[in-house]
Nanobody, 123 residues
Framework: QLQASGGGLVQAGGSLRLSCAGS????????MGWFRQAPGQEREFVAA????????KYADSVMGRFTISRDYAKNTVYLEMNSPKPEDTAVYYC??????????????????WGQGTQVTVSS
């Protein structure tokens, strides 16, 4: 089971950190992803990290502004959002799956999902 948290209201140019904790088992062997969905839009890929090894992948829209990381001891994945923009406003979901690197951005390859956390970026 995945538990996402850390969402809220943030000003453009500020920072916010989202967390995704696993309550039942280690993420070892999994790829952890962050996706987001804005009202009236499809769910889109944000970032992903392979738990073992730390390989990461980012959407072009967040490259250089967002950072995904993991904490082994806490069994938690983070999404550090720096310099967010109003267009980053969405519900953010964390997910776990086993896609290969070229498919990190494919949401249908993630089998476990958290409940989502709202991020609102004000201008």
């Amino acid at each position: 089971q995945l538990q996402a948290s850390g969402g809220g209201l943030v000003q453009a140019g500020g920072s916010l950190r989202l967390s995704c904790a696993g309550s039942e088992r280690s993420f070892s062997g999994y790829v952890m992803g962050w996706f987001r969905q804005a009202p009236g839009q499809e769910r889109e890929f944000v970032a992903a990290i392979r738990w073992s090894g730390g390989t990461t992948k980012y959407a072009d829209s967040v490259m250089g502004r967002f950072t995904i990381s993991r904490d082994y001891a806490k069994n938690t994945v983070y999404l550090e959002m720096n310099s967010p923009k109003p267009e980053d406003t969405a519900v953010y979901y964390c997910a776990a799956g086993r896609p290969v690197y070229s498919a990190f951005d494919q949401s249908d390859l993630y089998g476990a999902w958290g409940q989502g956390t709202q991020v609102t970026v004000s201008s």
